[in-house]
Protein backbone atom coordinates (compact mmCIF):
# COMPACT_ATOMS: atom_id res chain seq x y z
CA UNK A 1 0.00 0.00 0.00
CA UNK A 2 2.79 2.64 0.77
CA UNK A 3 4.39 1.99 -2.11
CA UNK A 4 1.35 3.05 -4.77
CA UNK A 5 0.86 6.87 -5.69
CA UNK A 6 -1.55 8.37 -3.32
CA UNK A 7 -4.94 8.68 -5.12
CA UNK A 8 -7.25 11.82 -4.00
CA UNK A 9 -10.85 11.24 -4.03
CA UNK A 10 -13.67 12.40 -2.70
CA UNK A 11 -14.01 9.59 -0.45
CA UNK A 12 -11.12 9.78 0.82
CA UNK A 13 -11.77 13.98 1.30
CA UNK A 14 -15.48 13.34 3.41
CA UNK A 15 -13.43 10.39 5.14
CA UNK A 16 -10.51 12.75 6.58
CA UNK A 17 -13.25 15.31 7.47
CA UNK A 18 -15.07 13.09 9.55
CA UNK A 19 -12.21 11.76 11.00
CA UNK A 20 -11.17 15.18 12.08
CA UNK A 21 -14.33 16.55 12.42
CA UNK A 22 -15.13 13.60 15.29
CA UNK A 23 -11.54 13.64 17.07
CA UNK A 24 -11.70 17.74 17.61
CA UNK A 25 -15.24 17.32 18.57
CA UNK A 26 -14.18 14.70 20.89
CA UNK A 27 -11.62 16.23 22.65
CA UNK A 28 -13.08 20.07 22.38
CA UNK A 29 -17.01 19.64 23.66
CA UNK A 30 -17.12 19.49 27.31
CA UNK A 31 -19.58 16.50 27.09
CA UNK A 32 -17.95 14.57 24.67
CA UNK A 33 -14.69 15.03 26.50
CA UNK A 34 -16.30 14.43 30.17
CA UNK A 35 -17.88 11.00 28.47
CA UNK A 36 -14.56 10.02 27.07
CA UNK A 37 -12.46 11.84 30.48
CA UNK A 38 -9.80 13.76 27.79
CA UNK A 39 -8.49 17.07 28.31
CA UNK A 40 -8.05 19.83 25.95
CA UNK A 41 -5.33 20.18 24.19
CA UNK A 42 -3.17 23.59 24.16
CA UNK A 43 -2.68 24.97 20.72
CA UNK A 44 0.87 24.29 21.07
CA UNK A 45 -0.25 20.18 21.55
CA UNK A 46 -2.81 20.69 18.29
CA UNK A 47 0.46 21.53 16.57
CA UNK A 48 2.30 18.80 17.87
CA UNK A 49 -0.44 16.60 17.04
CA UNK A 50 -0.62 17.35 13.53
CA UNK A 51 2.82 17.50 12.64
CA UNK A 52 3.04 13.98 14.37
CA UNK A 53 0.62 12.64 11.74
CA UNK A 54 2.06 14.15 9.03
CA UNK A 55 5.79 12.90 9.49
CA UNK A 56 4.67 9.41 10.46
CA UNK A 57 2.31 9.19 7.39
CA UNK A 58 4.08 11.04 4.22
CA UNK A 59 8.05 10.37 4.95
CA UNK A 60 7.66 7.92 2.73
CA UNK A 61 6.77 10.23 -0.10
CA UNK A 62 10.02 10.92 -1.40
CA UNK A 63 11.19 8.06 -1.69
CA UNK A 64 8.25 6.62 -3.69
CA UNK A 65 9.16 8.10 -7.32
CA UNK A 66 12.91 5.96 -6.93
CA UNK A 67 11.14 2.85 -6.39
CA UNK A 68 8.78 3.29 -8.88
CA UNK A 69 11.20 4.81 -11.71
CA UNK A 70 13.59 1.13 -11.51
Partial sequence: ????????????????????????????????????QLAAFPVGGWLAVIATAAVTTLWTEPWKGRRSSR
Fill in 1 to 36: MWRGPLHITRQLIVAMAVVIAVTVTAVELAPFAELL
